[in-house]
């Protein structure tokens, strides 16, 4: 059993606490001891003693410290606190119990004579500060504690979650997701409207086997016997962009073998016909959307394997940084884990590929060179998702560079001609990223600008702009002058008449 250290260090929101731990030798031999005066606080006040505090100068200075401890690292004020407040001993160093292994070995290194434990009794000693801290440190107001972990709190979450608007991959991550979901609902209610209104006019599926522009046509049509209403016609070329199918419509509906339809049932077809039209043309616009933000998020990796797929494998991975942490071979298989671990249990072959098999370097391998070039692929999917996650401003540059690599790599296995080496493309594409860089700084500038002048703007349009006020105030005292030019003559009258 170790033994108990002789002081503890307690990071609280509002500042460093020091406490002397007094029966050590007893606590470190006991632990429940110390779990039975965690409960009362005169007991576990006979262990404990505040030794020193030091509290944070602001709140910035509180999320600094924070943000040091929570990766291991060792902050100016703590070093200040610990070297002023911890005695240092002759023959043997002053052991110091922590919260965190990385902070005791970050302590070790900045403070020599110090010796910190993590591990034993420290815990719940630790747990009892916690707990009793109000109490413990009594020139310390009660509401002031709670107020500086509530504050410290929003401060750190606020910036643990800041991120780039323009890079957010949770967007992309809904997106894709919402995009799989209409293209199974909008195939279902395709079914149904075409089993649906088949029963009245079961000729036109044949003809028009799209299911967006079936539901447009039978949206249109409704009543086959009306086919020939003024507008129609036209109507339907617009939808079908064919004369020659629209002719075979409307001599279909003119000798169509389905039933007769009531109007209500009309309305109603009509009606569900319009909410698919209308998710139809929802799916195409989030594609786009889906587009823009990869663009923005990951630019590299769309111009590698396309928008969709790399919104897949970003959805798959969780975000964009876990899906820049995974190695190839893990990239190469996202997707078929199931076939993974099938193929591990029956001793079988293991697949080839995941979701990069909906890419269309895949589709035009041969079969015997697709898991090389699914490898190849997978190996520069990793370096572009790097790019994107890891570069302050990520361009298309090194996944077009990537993208003609995969090309080449296809022509050396169908022909045999040798492409150029890795490191000549990535100069190029250096070289390349730092115009298209310096570009889009540019543009972010002249962004920031333009927004400046905006809101600069719009309290003075409120007010009145400057020149409007001063047109004002010349035009308030020309009328002054006036007014005591008009004024003037009257009193030169009335003073003649007082001198007759």
């Given at each position: 059993?170790?033994?108990?250290?002789?002081?503890?260090?307690?990071?609280?929101?509002?500042?460093?606490?020091?406490?002397?731990?007094?029966?050590?030798e007893e606590?470190?031999?006991?632990?429940?001891?110390?779990?039975?005066?965690?409960?009362?606080?005169?007991?576990?006040?006979?262990?404990?003693?505040?030794?020193?505090?030091?509290?944070?100068?602001?709140?910035?200075?509180?999320?600094d410290?924070?943000?040091?401890?929570?990766?291991?690292?060792?902050?100016?004020?703590?070093?200040?606190?610990?070297?002023?407040?911890?005695?240092?001993?002759?023959?043997?160093?002053?052991?110091?119990?922590?919260?965190?292994?990385?902070?005791?070995?970050?302590?070790?290194?900045?403070?020599?004579?110090?010796?910190?434990?993590?591990?034993g009794?420290?815990?719940?000693i630790?747990?009892?500060?916690?707990?009793?801290?109000?109490t413990?440190?009594?020139?310390?107001?009660?509401?002031?504690?709670?107020?500086?972990?509530?504050?410290?709190?929003?401060?750190?979450?606020r910036g643990?979650?800041?991120?780039?608007?323009?890079?957010?991959d949770?967007?992309?991550?809904?997106?894709?997701a919402?995009?799989?979901?209409?293209?199974?609902?909008?195939?279902?209610?395709g079914?149904?409207?075409?089993?649906?209104?088949?029963?009245?006019?079961?000729?036109?599926?044949?003809?028009?086997?799209?299911a967006?522009?079936?539901?447009?046509?039978?949206?249109?049509?409704m009543?086959?016997?009306?086919?020939?209403?003024?507008?129609?016609?036209?109507?339907?070329?617009?939808?079908?962009?064919?004369?020659?199918?629209?002719?075979?419509?409307?001599?279909?509906?003119?000798?169509?073998?389905?039933?007769?339809?009531?109007?209500?049932?009309?309305?109603?077809?009509?009606?569900?016909?319009?909410?698919?039209?209308?998710?139809?043309?929802?799916?195409?616009?989030?594609?786009?959307?889906?587009?823009?933000?990869?663009?923005?998020?990951?630019?590299?990796?769309?111009?590698?394997?396309?928008?969709?797929?790399g919104?897949?494998?970003?959805s798959?991975?969780?975000?964009?940084?876990?899906?820049?942490?995974?190695?190839a071979?893990?990239?190469?298989i996202?997707g078929?884990?199931?076939?993974?671990?099938?193929?591990?249990?029956t001793?079988?072959?293991?697949?080839?590929?995941?979701?990069?098999?909906?890419?269309?370097?895949?589709?035009?391998?041969?079969?015997?060179?697709?898991?090389?070039?699914?490898?190849?692929?997978?190996?520069?999917?990793?370096?572009?998702?790097?790019?994107?996650?890891?570069?302050?401003?990520?361009?298309?540059?090194?996944g077009?560079?990537?993208?003609?690599?995969?090309?080449?790599?296809?022509?050396?296995?169908?022909?045999?001609?040798?492409?150029?080496?890795n490191?000549?493309?990535?100069?190029?594409?250096?070289?390349?990223?730092?115009?298209?860089?310096?570009k889009?700084?540019?543009?972010?500038?002249?962004a920031?600008?333009?927004a400046?002048?905006?809101?600069?703007?719009?309290?003075s349009?409120?007010?009145?702009?400057?020149?409007?006020?001063?047109?004002?105030e010349?035009?308030a005292a020309?009328?002054?002058?006036?007014?005591?030019?008009?004024?003037?003559?009257?009193?030169?009258?009335k003073?003649?008449?007082?001198?007759?």
């Amino acid at each position: 059993m170790s033994e108990a250290p002789q002081y503890v260090l307690y990071e609280h929101a509002a500042g460093y606490a020091l406490f002397r731990v007094k029966e050590f030798e007893e606590t470190g031999q006991i632990i429940p001891q110390v779990d039975e005066a965690i409960g009362d606080v005169s007991k576990f006040g006979s262990v404990i003693k505040l030794l020193a505090f030091d509290p944070f100068k602001n709140t910035e200075a509180a999320l600094d410290n924070c943000n040091a401890i929570s990766e291991g690292l060792m902050h100016a004020d703590l070093v200040n606190f610990l070297e002023q407040n911890v005695p240092k001993e002759k023959k043997k160093k002053t052991t110091v119990g922590v919260n965190d292994g990385k902070l005791a070995g970050a302590i070790a290194e900045s403070v020599p004579h110090i010796k910190c434990q993590f591990t034993g009794v420290v815990p719940e000693i630790l747990r009892g500060i916690r707990i009793h801290f109000a109490t413990l440190a009594k020139g310390l107001p009660h509401h002031s504690l709670a107020k500086a972990q509530l504050s410290l709190g929003h401060s750190y979450s606020r910036g643990k979650v800041k991120f780039d608007v323009h890079r957010v991959d949770n967007m992309v991550i809904q997106s894709i997701a919402l995009l799989d979901q209409l293209d199974k609902d909008i195939n279902t209610f395709g079914m149904r409207i075409r089993e649906w209104y088949s029963y009245h006019f079961p000729e036109l599926y044949k003809i028009v086997p799209e299911a967006y522009k079936y539901v447009r046509c039978a949206r249109l049509i409704m009543d086959r016997k009306n086919i020939n209403d003024e507008g129609k016609v036209e109507e339907l070329q617009e939808v079908v962009e064919n004369e020659e199918k629209v002719a075979e419509i409307v001599e279909a509906a003119r000798t169509s073998m389905g039933m007769d339809i009531s109007l209500m049932d009309l309305l109603n077809i009509e009606r569900f016909a319009d909410r698919v039209a209308s998710l139809t043309e929802y799916r195409t616009r989030l594609h786009s959307y889906i587009k823009d933000r990869m663009h923005a998020c990951a630019p590299s990796l769309s111009a590698l394997i396309g928008e969709q797929v790399g919104a897949r494998l970003i959805s798959h991975a969780g975000s964009l940084t876990n899906l820049a942490k995974y190695p190839a071979s893990t990239v190469q298989i996202l997707g078929a884990e199931k076939a993974l671990f099938r193929a591990l249990k029956t001793r079988s072959n293991t697949p080839k590929y995941g979701l990069l098999f909906h890419s269309s370097f895949i589709g035009r391998a041969s079969a015997k060179n697709k898991g090389r070039i699914s490898r190849f692929l997978a190996n520069k999917c990793s370096i572009a998702s790097r790019i994107d996650c890891f570069a302050e401003v990520p361009v298309a540059a090194f996944g077009d560079h990537l993208r003609q690599q995969v090309e080449d790599r296809l022509k050396y296995f169908e022909t045999g001609e040798v492409p150029k080496k890795n490191v000549e493309v990535m100069k190029e594409a250096a070289v390349e990223a730092e115009v298209e860089q310096q570009k889009v700084v540019k543009k972010r500038k002249k962004a920031a600008k333009k927004a400046k002048k905006s809101v600069g703007e719009a309290p003075s349009a409120e007010k009145g702009s400057p020149k409007k006020r001063k047109v004002s105030e010349q035009e308030a005292a020309d009328d002054d002058e006036q007014m005591d030019v008009d004024a003037s003559p009257k009193k030169k009258k009335k003073s003649k008449k007082s001198k007759a």
